[in-house]
Every structure is written in structure tokens, then in C-alpha cells.
């Protein structure tokens, strides 16, 4: 580790200087910025990792690097001695496939859902308490992960902490946008509740609109009038939205379920639970 961080130090800086230096990212000439074996990270894979490269500090690039090459060092490793045949790691890739692809396929439904006028009315008069004066202004941020790994890396290192200012720029971030008492949810998948929300915590990421996404909600204003339907029109339509996307998305799990023959194992139950 020590000669790594000393080959990032010395070859990586003079490395960055001219790295930065180049206007396309994906010219023809394609040099190799790092290599693990026969495994190599061209100038063009960098900036597809990390679009928000030529932003940050040499010592954040230096990070990535450095990530990068104990990563693709370990997977060489594991590879080398077999380990993807490991029945364990198998079942994990099975679930995780199961789980995308669920998530995925069910993000199809909700892109394309409509909502007519006369819903939004029903929702605003059924659910008068959401709408109450200044509870609907949120102050906090949005954070947009490349892909699962950085979210994942993310969300470990900062689940505990808590935030009292807005989230800080992160080289695994893919960018952050900022909040400030906002009536309208800034996002109706990773917020649908305003009232039912955690300060200051990040919130699990999820796949919202085909993209991967956290939340950090700073702060809540809270006052007692109900403010008029003009007022919360976009609020009300996000929130009976996703009421809507319930309802939709039950009955065709139930349509699904209707032409698959389905059966349980009662005994799997102890008698006690029976």
C-alpha cells in the first residue's frame, strides 16, 4: 500500500496534469490511465465512471484511482482462485438480478401512469392534513448515483451521520441539488410524505425515473392553515400520484397472480403461528 500511494503520488499527479489537459475525453487516442494485469482503465472509462471528473481535487482523483485498482486487484484475485462459483456469491447475484429487474420492470408501469383532474380533487379533500400552511416546505437535498456500487459505497460510509447542512459534493456522487422550503415534493418516489420523513438522516437509496437516488431532508416548516387547492395543485398531484401507482400496480400483481397457478405449503407454519 505504501508504494501505491507513492506511485498515485508521483506518477499520479504528473499523470492528472495532463489528463486534465485534454479537451475530448473520448478521442482517438485513448491512453490507458491505470492497469491491474491485463485489465486496463482507459481515459475514456474515467470520465464514464465519474462524469463529474475535471471538478474534482487531485487528491479526490487520486482516491478513485486508488479504489479502482484495490478493487479490480481483489476481483483478479477472486476470480483467480475460483470464488465466482461460490454457491453463496451465486444466490446474491440471483437475488440482485431478481431485484433490479423487479424494480425495473415495475418503474415502466409508473413512468407511463396518467392522473385525471377529478382524482387530484378526491385526494386533496380526502387528506386535508397534508396540505396544512408551511408542513409542505422541506429544505434538504437530492443526491444522483452512476450506478449501484457508488451508492452502495456511498450510503454506508454516511447512513449514520447526521446532516445539519446541505449534502457536500463527493466524488461518488454523481451531482447533488439542493432544496430550500420547497411546497412540492422535490421528488414524489424518494419523498411521497412529507410528514413522514427523518431529518437529517440519507435515506435508502432507490431507483426513481431510471435513475439511483438519495435523499437528505434538512428541515420542515410547520404552521396550522390549510392552504387552498391552488396553492399545493403540483403537491396534490405528486402525492395522489403515488397513491395512484399503489392502486394501479395492486391490481396487476393480482391480474399476474391470476394466470400462474400458485400454491403454499401450509406446514411450513408452526403450529403455534397456525
Known sequence: MKYLTRFLSVAGLAFLSVFAGCNSPFSEDDPVVVSVGESKLRQSAVYRLVPEWDYMTDREKLTFLEHWIDE???YQEAMAK?????SALQEQIRRTERKL??????????DTMMLGDTEKLDY????PEFFVRGRNLLTGSILYFKDWQMAEMYYKGHRKLTYETYAANSWMVKRIEN????????DSCLIPSFTDVEFGKLSQVKLC????????????LDSAD????AEVAEDVAARAWVEHQ??????LKKEWKKVRPIFSQMNVFSEKEK
Open 209 to 220: 425515473g431510471g435513475q439511483l437516488k438519495a435523499a437528505v431532508i434538512l428541515s420542515r
Open 179 to 186: 432544496f430550500d422550503t420547497v411546497a412540492v415534493s422535490p
Open 72 to 74: 479490480e486487484t481483489i
Open 226 to 229: 390549510v392552504l387552498p387547492y
Open 124 to 127: 386533496y379533500h380526502a387528506h
Open 82 to 86: 475460483g470464488f465466482w462459483k461460490d
Open 246 to 251: 399503489k392502486t394501479v400496480l395492486s391490481r
Open 101 to 110: 429487474t423487479v424494480d425495473y420492470y415495475l418503474q415502466t408501469f409508473a
